[in-house]
């Protein structure tokens, strides 16, 4: 398990003082890629090789949104690895340790030049840490938007400040993007997120929404390719 503290500054909340989910999604991540500073054998193996990890799917539960200036500690471990995929939980508690996130997410092992599927060995494989899975629902990875009246809306550039180190559109942004256009008088609890196709600077990410009556789905077409799809709901659906 790797561990990291945060506190919510000015700029992490938004207009009622609360953590925005946008830079909830940048503290997880965080401490995902940090992770791998405690894992010095798949490290080096992912240096040398040319490899990254791309986040495929992630489930992400609200227990408890954080207000300004609390003291929060994100931890993540994996519970499961093969030479293909790696699954993680990644939560964010508060100061008296009680959970204000849950999340799993599933990786996929790539090439870092093509971004396609790359096998790790089964000896660097066997190095990494496995912890005890968190308790929590753990819902199916394929997300099934259903038919109905579809609203789309206007295309967003993507821009330089968008692109992380592995030279694509930062897994946070496609958050921001989606809640642009969520309708804010839709309560949830649960965020599906499934990853088809990275956005790279220059693309066009072409929101659509379809809500229907226990959910509201978002997915942003980067040029006319389904990039990423989105379900905001509550738990239990």
């Known amino acids: 398990m790797y561990s990291l503290d945060f506190k919510v500054c000015p700029s992490d909340c938004d207009e009622g003082r609360k953590l925005r989910l946008y830079r909830v999604m ?16 798949y490290k080096r193996f992912y240096d040398e090789n040319g490899r990254a990890q791309l986040l495929a799917y992630r489930q992400l539960d609200i227990v408890r949104v954080p207000e300004y200036g609390e003291n929060l500690r994100v931890s993540t471990s994996v519970f499961d690895v ?9 939560n964010i508690f508060d100061s008296e340790g009680n959970p204000c996130y ?12 093509t971004g396609k ?9 066997r190095t990494v840490t496995i912890d005890e899975k968190t308790p929590m629902e753990y819902t199916e990875r394929r997300i099934v938007v259903p038919k109905g009246d579809v609203v789309p809306f206007p295309p967003y550039k993507v821009r330089l400040d968008d692109i992380d180190y592995n030279h694509h559109m ?22 599906r997120m499934e990853y088809k196709v990275p956005a790279k600077k220059g693309d066009v990410i072409t929101p659509k929404l379809l809500r229907t ?3 509201v789905y ?16 509550k738990r239990g659906h």
């Open 26 to 41: 940048q503290m997880m991540q965080d401490c995902s890629e940090l992770w791998f500073e405690s894992e010095e054998v």
């Open 82 to 90: 093969n030479p293909l995929f790696g699954y993680r939980n990644t």
């Open 102 to 113: 849950l999340s799993w997410a599933m990786g996929a092992f790539v090439e870092r030049a």
């Open 117 to 125: 599927l790359s096998k790790v060995p089964d000896e660097i494989t």
């Open 170 to 191: 930062n897994n946070a942004h496609y958050m921001r993007l989606a809640l642009e256009v969520a309708p804010v008088d839709f309560p949830f609890d649960r965020v």
């Open 213 to 215: 009556e226990d959910s």
């Open 218 to 233: 978002v997915t942003l077409y980067v040029w006319e390719h389904v990039g990423v799809i989105m379900q905001f709901c």
